[in-house]
């Protein structure tokens, strides 16, 4: 049962697809109160009750003992100290003494103090009091999951080929290293179907352009790709370069189709391009017109997007980098001692997503002038809506492949996400994994993070044991950064290693897909913790590195260096199994702890009694793989 309560005026995030009777806010569940404009509350939780949600967030599944920030943020050092990542996902669920969910639609800053200050006290603080507010009852936490993603909406379905293996970095910059990359993924034999072109590919990195020179006759490349079986992912940037005789800026400018400073001029930012305007995407004239754009490239035949830099990023502001520059000059000469270094030096640290230049960016909303502050966290997810928009329109669902960085609920019905810009850390593959079930409460199902880590050098070992959990992520995409040490499988020593790995992958895309499709249609989810399938076994309860796989599975990655194992737990019997390539061995095992070698071109899962899960033969392109004749393994 839900029940939908409206405190003020909201702002329409249209986040909830299903209407609901409006309750009298007397009835408001929880103890609250309205203190220097913001609206608080907080309800109690006994030493042994869980608190899911939260969608993309640091930490753990269960999200007690930290304090949250709903807040899209560019910030690439996912670390156990930060508040927010790139998304903002309002939902959370108490399971133990009580089962409650609730859904905060509130599209700016939310504070999610969960026994942080207080052991047992979560403390929720709203930076405003105009906001939706749902409150779902349930007997268990599936139930109030399945009633929630009713009330938003099915779940974005990629086309099929978008569950075969991706490869990407920042940046192959033109058709002669695209080629040499697949050509490097076909000689050693490893699948393959999708390479990423990331912003080197554009005409001085402005949106809709292509660097002629870097691919010349573009739309006839992207057929001979398609023809090898290979699809060709763009990048698209929030931020239009400020250009003359450039179209889309010029039709943005003329058209007021620009956020503005408060006195209705152009807001003025930098990203990549330089001076960028940034699309007023919560209008839905401008979101039309933006969508209309992705026909140059899908046109040129392609039919993938990822969308990036939608928090919005912003290196800096005109304004604030003539205040910095002002600064430094006035410093000229001066003997500058520690403070005023470090204050000169923090003045140029803060110019990137500075709180006080999106103080100054307004949007029109019905009519009206909002500052940014009050909408941050839905831009980036109308900027996904136009492209979704746009597509559905012209080519149907299920065609195109489009996930984004920031997002917020409601955007799942477009897009799926990637979880940014993550570190080649051996805790990112943890990270990665406890963001899986909670990312699928919140309706993203089409989701996964840069394999091997974006930013950093990634190891050999790493790689491996990044891509087995990637496997079973709907999103398989291995993502590296300029300037690290180049990640694509093929580099490394030994390559059939990688190929054993990635060859399991296309044997699971039937069964994956399959999985996929129903959780959308039945408002399920893909992964689960283990505690939602065996909610009174305490262990099972406390246990973050295992993941239930749809109805059959149980997952359990490899995550620390230098290991040929792991410990396991089961809280049935179950069957060990482990894939390699075209090799499958299987071991019945009992519930309990056990220890399990998995050697790095191996992937591990465990499946139920009674469960199957059909396997098809591999090949190297999800193209060419056999849907019709399974080999099955049974638990």
Not at 24 to 45: V, Y
Not at 414 to 430: A, E, M, P, T, V
Request: overall charge negative; proline content about 4%.
């Amino acid at each position: 049962m839900i029940r939908k309560f409206i405190f003020g005026t909201p702002i329409c995030t249209e986040a909830v697809a299903e209407k609901f009777e409006i309750s009298d806010n007397s009835d408001f569940p929880f103890k609250s109160k309205e203190e220097n404009g913001k609206f608080i509350f907080e309800f109690d939780m006994t030493d042994s009750d869980i608190i899911y949600g939260l969608g993309e967030a640091p930490r753990g599944i269960n999200k007690r003992g930290w304090v949250y920030e709903s807040f899209c943020s560019d910030d690439p050092f996912h670390t156990e100290t930060k508040s927010s990542l790139y998304a903002a996902h309002n939902f959370l669920m108490l399971s133990g003494s009580d089962n409650f969910g609730i859904f905060i639609d509130f599209p700016a800053k939310i504070r999610w103090d969960i026994g942080y200050t207080s052991k047992n006290k979560t403390v929720i603080t709203i930076d405003g009091t105009d906001f939706d507010f749902y409150y779902i009852k349930g007997s268990k936490p599936i139930e109030i999951v399945k009633e929630f993603r009713k009330a938003i909406g099915r779940s974005y379905i990629p086309p099929f080929w978008a569950f075969g293996y991706q490869q990407s970095r920042w940046s192959y910059p033109d058709a002669k290293t695209v080629d040499s990359v697949i050509d490097g993924y076909d000689k050693a034999g490893i699948p393959l179907d999708c390479v990423y072109l990331d912003i080197d590919y554009m005409d001085s990195y402005k949106d809709f352009t292509v660097d002629d020179k870097k691919f010349p006759d573009f739309a006839d490349y992207v057929s001979k790709k398609r023809e090898q079986g290979i699809h060709l992912i763009p990048i698209i940037d929030a931020g239009v370069k400020k250009e003359d005789g450039y179209s889309v800026y010029e039709e943005g400018r003329d058209n007021g189709y620009f956020c503005k400073n408060e006195d209705g001029t152009d807001f003025e930012g930098g990203v990549w391009p330089g001076i960028v305007g940034f699309p007023d995407f919560l209008r839905k004239d401008v979101r039309e017109w933006f969508g209309s754009k992705y026909k140059v490239l899908t046109d040129a035949g392609i039919d993938g997007f990822w969308n990036d830099m939608n928090e919005p990023a912003i290196f800096y502001s005109v304004k604030g980098l003539d205040k910095a520059i002002e600064k430094a000059s006035s410093l000229k000469d001066e003997n500058l001692d520690l403070s005023q270094f470090f204050n000169l030096k923090d003045t140029f640290l803060s110019l990137s997503n500075s709180a006080e230049d999106y103080s100054s960016i307004y949007h029109t909303v019905d009519g009206k002038q909002v500052c940014h502050d009050r909408v941050h966290n839905i831009y980036g997810a109308n900027m996904t809506k136009a492209a979704g928009e746009y597509f559905a329109k012209e080519f149907g669902e299920e065609k195109i492949l489009m996930f984004s960085r920031a997002s917020y609920i409601g955007a799942h019905r477009s897009s799926g996400i990637w979880f940014g810009d993550n570190h080649s850390w051996w805790s990112h593959i943890l990270l990665n994994l406890k963001m899986l079930p909670s990312a699928n409460m919140c309706g993203f199902l089409y989701c996964g993070a840069d394999l091997g880590g974006f930013n950093e050098n990634a190891t050999r070992d790493l790689v491996l044991r990044f891509l087995a959990l990637g496997v079973f992520t709907p999103l398989m995409r291995n993502h590296a950064a300029l300037g690290t040490r180049d990640q694509e499988c093929y580099n490394f020593e030994n390559s059939e290693d990688f190929k054993d790995i990635i060859e399991v992958r296309y044997r699971l895309v039937p069964y994956l897909y399959r999985t996929f499709r129903r959780a959308s249609e039945e408002n399920d989810m893909i992964f689960k913790p283990l505690s939602f399938d065996y909610p009174d076994d305490k262990i099972a309860r406390e246990c973050e590195t295992q993941l239930m796989l749809g109805d059959e599975c149980m997952i359990c990655p490899v995550y620390e260096q230098n290991v040929g194992g792991r410990y396991v737990y089961l809280p049935e019997d179950m069957t060990f199994v482990k894939l390699s390539g075209t090799n499958v061995v299987t071991k019945k095992m009992s519930k309990g702890t056990h220890y399990i070698e998995v050697a790095l071109n191996e992937v591990p899962l465990f499946i139920k009694n009674g469960r199957k899960i059909p396997l098809c033969k591999p090949a190297m392109r999800t193209s060419q793989l056999d849907t019709e004749n399974f080999e099955y393994i049974t638990g």
